[in-house]
């Protein structure tokens, strides 16, 4: 079946540092990929996504592409904020997106020191 | 508009009870999916509803049931409550045609904690 494998962290960084999150995935066919983000005690918020092959996802200065040949749906930001501190979640959905079958990683915790 | 409602957030239960949670969905959103997430196995997907009917469901044990009603809310219920049934479960709406279905707008969730 469909898997997602995302680093779990902790992982902890100065502000303005360079992150990078990996995420690799597993399916059939050509699904969707996501990257979700929860605050404490929030639910999770769509940070970013793409639908097919080489997409480059972008929000908040997050980016992510779709990599069909390695499988793989990193996320990345140039210079992180205290305020990014959540975590993030790797998807991906075989229908098309919606809420049903969403299958995720088991979530990166990410800690941004002042 | 308002967002994805969930109620209770918080619920406290003891083994072999059983339990209903309520999920409000974005006005216009008829598609409702249950999720639960635990420390172990991470965002596990239970079902989704659509127009009233369950159209996919996740690895969960007949304990674990849902229906939605005619205004798309939709109920969750776990019988005979076990200490594994601890987690947060979360809810999901998108608006689904029959052409499309738009991203994933989840809840604050429901925390069970089962003693």
């Known amino acids: 079946g469909d898997s997602v494998t995302q680093m779990e962290g902790p992982v902890t960084l100065s502000e303005e540092a360079c992150l990078t999150i990996?995420?690799?995935?597993?399916?059939?066919?050509?699904?969707?990929l996501f990257w979700y983000v929860q605050y404490p005690g929030e639910g999770l918020q769509l940070l970013l996504k793409?639908?097919?092959?080489?997409d480059k996802g972008s929000n908040k200065g997050f980016e992510a592409t779709y990599r069909k040949e390695t499988t793989s749906f990193h996320l990345e930001k140039g210079s992180v904020q205290v305020s990014d501190s959540a975590v993030y979640f790797c998807?991906?959905?075989?229908?098309?997106?919606?809420?049903?079958?969403?299958?995720f990683g088991k979530g990166t915790h990410l800690i941004i020191q002042p | 508009k308002a967002g994805v409602t969930q109620t209770p957030r918080y619920l406290i239960k003891t083994r072999g009870q059983q339990v209903t949670l309520s999920c409000s969905p974005i006005?216009?959103?008829?598609?409702v999916s249950w999720y639960q997430q635990t420390p172990g196995q991470g965002l596990q997907f239970l079902f989704e509803?659509?127009?009233?009917?369950?159209?996919n469901k996740g690895n969960f044990p007949g304990r674990f049931s849902g229906r939605q009603f005619s205004n798309s809310r939709s109920e969750m219920n776990v019988s005979t409550l076990e200490l594994g049934d601890s987690a947060l479960y979360l809810c999901?709406?998108?608006?689904?045609?029959?052409?499309?279905?738009?991203?994933?707008?989840f809840g604050q969730g429901t925390r069970l904690t089962v003693v």
């Open positions: 990996n995420c690799t995935y597993t399916a059939t066919g050509y699904p969707s």
């Open positions: 509803y659509f127009s009233e009917t369950q159209r």
């Open positions: 793409a639908t097919k092959a080489d």
């Open positions: 006005s216009g959103h008829r598609s």
């Open positions: 998807a991906l959905s075989d229908r098309g997106g919606g809420a049903d079958g969403l299958t």
């Open positions: 999901a709406s998108s608006l689904r045609t029959a052409t499309m279905n738009t991203e994933a707008f």
